[in-house]
């Protein structure tokens, strides 16, 4: 797939006309918003807590409602803010749950977010308790396997009573009422932990939802053994930034470094991890390279890239990946890149820059493309 393929959007003809979608946008295709969708009967103001392209939304639109979408990851909000352009009632939040107005809607949607966490699913379910009016309705969807019962359990502490209304194959819809009490819950603390990476010891910002909370991934660190020693005044980029685990150490060591991050809750820890260490960066929230100019280029770009999005579209933003480190290394510059070994990054690699060089291989691969002058 091309770069420019990547960042095309596409519209999806649905009942209210107004769904678009693109590559590396969650939501698509995926059994659990389909059954939400068939499953929902939403009344009043409708807030959708996971929208992905808004598979789960678009009934609530042709019914006449209001709908407001809230989402953290940019390839889904592209999509949203397409469909908005077209469809006045569809209110697009780039937000976080725990920014969620409190006790303003009267229906919540909500595919649990359980890819990114227990506490991103927490985080989720304390925010439709905090949005719903007391007798407001959540429609909740999610998957046997990814511990739907259990989230179940912790739904109607949050919310209030309520039963599985749908089942299809290991998909569930429950709805749920939401009572009185309890009051909601506080917005979730940012923690700190720390890493000693190239010789320092240094803290990162963490929160819910974001890649490796627990500590810097095994594969981050070894993508920072094997980068040069000396980057001081290096222009880097890096491709899926997360909270900051590649770049700060750069950053420190006196690169110039700019992250992309598609996920706001990681843009903000990283913006958090920069500025407790009195460190400059260039910040993006944005899907792949999108948030670039045209012509901006880098004598570095690294990258340790997504596994999962959404459960299913990794592939399309592995590839996006490759050909947006292509596209933004300067002739003669090199791209550093970590992974699983069962993606065939050395393929894509070498199709794009003409050679790959393998500089570690055992749990994880670190790879090296140089882009010819
Ligand atoms: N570099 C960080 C994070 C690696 S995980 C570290 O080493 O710890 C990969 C990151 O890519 C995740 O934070 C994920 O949110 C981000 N990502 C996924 N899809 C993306 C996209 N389309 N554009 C930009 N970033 C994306």
Known sequence: MELADYHTL???????????????????DDPAYALLARTAEPRGRVLDLNPGVGMALAGALARGLEVHAWEDRRPALRALEAASAQEPALHVHAALPWEVPEAAFDTALLVLGAERGNDWVRAQLAAAARALKPGALLWLA????????????????????????????GRRVALLERSE???????????????????????????????????????????????????????????????????????????????????????RCAEASFAAAGAQAELHHSDVDEALQKDEE????????????GGRVVLDVAKAFVAAAHRRTRPGGRFYLVANPFLKYEVWMRDRFGN???LYADRYKVLLSVKPR
């Open 10 to 28: 596409r519209k999806l003809p649905t009942a209210s006309g107004a769904l678009w979608v693109k590559p590396g946008a969650p939501g698509q």
């Open 142 to 169: 999610g998957d046997k396997k990814l511990g739907f019962e259990r989230y179940l359990g912790w739904t109607r502490k949050l919310i209030g009573p309520g039963e599985v209304v749908a089942r299809e194959r």
């Open 181 to 267: 009490s309890p009051a909601p819950e506080p917005a979730p603390q940012r923690t700190t932990i720390t890493a000693r990476l190239r010789g320092r010891e240094i803290a990162f910002s963490v929160g819910p939802g974001v890649f490796s909370a627990d500590g810097v991934d095994p594969a981050s660190l070894l993508l920072l053994e094997h980068l040069p020693a000396e980057l001081r005044g290096a222009r880097v980029l890096d491709l899926g930034a997360g909270y900051g685990a590649l770049s700060l150490p750069l950053a420190l060591e006196g690169a110039h470094t700019t992250l992309l991050e598609s996920q706001l809750a990681s843009v």
């Open 298 to 309: 880098y004598d570095m770009v690294i990258s340790n890239p997504p596994l999962h999005v």
């Open 356 to 358: 790959v060089r393998t």
